[in-house]
């Protein structure tokens, strides 16, 4: 395990936390921004993040299920912004001056991305992590929904939760966040 570099603040570009970073292809596959939510450590893999944002600017939709903090305009695009614990389950956690919003996209099927953002409390670190220190999901026991977790790498004697950024959101919740950037658009 390698750990790549660590932000100094939030609204850090992924090309900052990358800088000491590898960049094959093979290599960037185990690479993983690790974040934390709820004094657990959380990790999605390089190849779906996007960018790192300071948390600001959002504009609230209603009628939107409760886990959809807002909206952001991204250099003239709208992005749905996802509130984690709530999604999985929690109460929402307090904005603090380091909290993010990071920037994924996922596939929503037929060669179809989709980009939202999504809340955690602070960025960690970029590390790499084998595939052979990554452990299948647990059958039990998670706090949050098993079809949500890759896998749980090692890190330095403990576990990180590695989340599958294409199962955050079912097909209908796509869906509802689909036509609400169409609604926002529209409007």
Do not use: H, W
């Amino acid at each position: 395990m390698t750990q790549a570099s660590t932000p100094e603040t939030p609204g850090a570009t992924l090309p900052a936390l990358l800088a000491n970073a590898s960049t094959t292809a093979s290599e960037q596959q185990q690479q993983y921004l690790t974040f934390t939510l709820a004094e657990e450590m959380f990790a999605i893999g390089i190849l779906s993040i996007r960018e790192i944002l300071e948390y600001g600017q959002l504009t609230e939709v209603p009628m939107t299920p409760p886990f959809i903090r807002g909206v952001i305009n991204l250099r003239g695009a709208v992005v749905p912004v996802i509130d984690l614990a709530v999604r999985f389950g929690r109460q929402p956690r307090e904005v603090t001056k380091r909290t993010c919003i990071v920037i994924i996209e996922t596939d929503t099927g037929a060669g179809q991305t989709q980009q939202m953002g999504i809340v955690v409390d602070a960025v960690s670190e970029v590390l790499e992590i084998p595939p052979s220190e990554i452990e299948p999901p647990p059958a039990f026991g998670a706090r949050i929904r098993i079809d949500f977790i890759k896998g749980m790498g090692k890190i330095a004697g403990r576990f990180v939760v590695i989340l599958d950024v294409n199962r955050i959101l079912s097909l209908d919740e796509v869906a509802v966040v689909s036509a609400m950037q169409q609604e926002t658009v529209a409007a």
